[in-house]
C-alpha cells in the first residue's frame, strides 16, 4: 500500500476516534438528572462490593462527604481532557446522608499521550474542611486537597499505599487504555442546572447538603444504600 495511503488510512482512524468520542460526552452530558442518580446508586453499590476495594467500605464510613462519578471520560490525542457528570452526597450532624447534589468534574492536559478511558470514580472526603472548600468552588484536586488513590482497581492507575493524612482518596474502576502523562489538577464545579432541575429554582449546593432543604424521591434508593455506611 503506498505510504501516502496508509497515511490518510491513519488520519481518517483519528478523525473517527475523535467524532466518536465528542459525540459520546455530549449524549452523556444531556443526561437526565435521575439517570445520573441511577446510575450513581449502580456504581455504589458495585465499588462497595468489589474484592480489590476492601478498605473502602471503612473509610465511606468515616467519610464526610462523596463524590460518586458513573463515567469519567478520558480521551486524547497529544492535547487530552477529562470530565463526567456526578453526585455529591454530604454527612449531617447527626450522621445521616444528604440527598444528592450535582457535580461535574474535568481537567485538561497536553503532553505525549493518546487513547480514550471510561472510568466509574467515587471520590471520599475524609474532612469537613476539604468539603466547604469544595462547596466554594476553591479546590483543585491534588493542589489545595491531597488526593490518596485506593486500591489498584481494573486497569486504574495509582499506588495501593493508603496515606492517613489524604484529604480525599479516590476508587475508580476503568475500562478502556490511555497511553502519556496522568491528569492532575482536577477542578469540581457545581451542577446548578441540574440541581434546579431536580429540586427546584431555589436549590443550591448549601441548601441540598449542609442545610439538607431539599430532596427527591428519585434518590431514595441511592440513599438506602449508602446508609449502610
Do not use: C
Not at 449524549?27 to 441511577?38: E, G, M, Y
Amino acid at each position: 500500500m503506498p505510504r501516502h495511503m496508509t497515511s490518510r488510512t491513519a488520519a481518517a482512524a483519528i478523525v473517527a476516534a475523535v467524532l466518536t468520542i465528542a459525540g459520546t460526552v455530549a449524549a452523556r452530558a444531556d443526561s437526565k438528572p435521575q439517570v445520573v442518580v441511577d446510575n450513581a446508586r449502580y456504581t455504589l453499590e458495585k465499588m462497595v462490593g468489589h474484592p480489590d476495594f476492601k478498605p473502602l467500605p471503612g473509610l465511606l464510613r468515616k467519610a464526610q462527604a462523596v463524590l460518586i462519578v458513573p463515567s469519567l471520560l478520558k480521551a486524547g490525542f497529544f492535547v487530552g481532557g477529562e470530565g463526567g457528570a456526578g453526585v455529591l452526597l454530604a454527612r449531617g450532624e447527626g450522621g445521616e446522608w444528604s440527598n444528592p447534589a450535582f457535580f461535574s468534574i474535568g481537567a485538561g492536559s497536553f503532553g505525549l499521550q493518546i487513547g480514550f478511558q471510561d472510568s466509574q470514580v467515587m471520590l471520599l472526603v475524609m474532612s469537613r474542611r476539604t468539603l466547604e472548600s469544595m462547596l466554594e468552588a476553591k479546590v483543585k484536586l491534588g493542589a489545595d486537597a491531597s488526593v490518596s488513590a485506593g486500591p489498584v482497581g481494573i486497569g486504574f492507575e495509582g499506588g495501593t499505599a493508603i496515606n492517613l493524612r489524604a484529604d480525599i482518596y479516590s476508587y475508580a474502576l476503568s475500562r478502556g487504555a490511555f497511553l502519556g502523562a496522568s491528569f492532575e489538577g482536577s477542578v469540581t464545579v457545581e451542577d446548578k442546572d441540574r440541581n434546579k432541575a431536580y429540586y427546584g429554582p431555589d436549590a443550591t449546593v448549601q441548601s441540598i447538603l449542609i442545610k439538607q432543604q431539599h430532596s427527591n424521591p428519585g434518590a431514595a434508593e441511592l440513599l438506602r444504600v449508602l446508609n449502610a455506611y
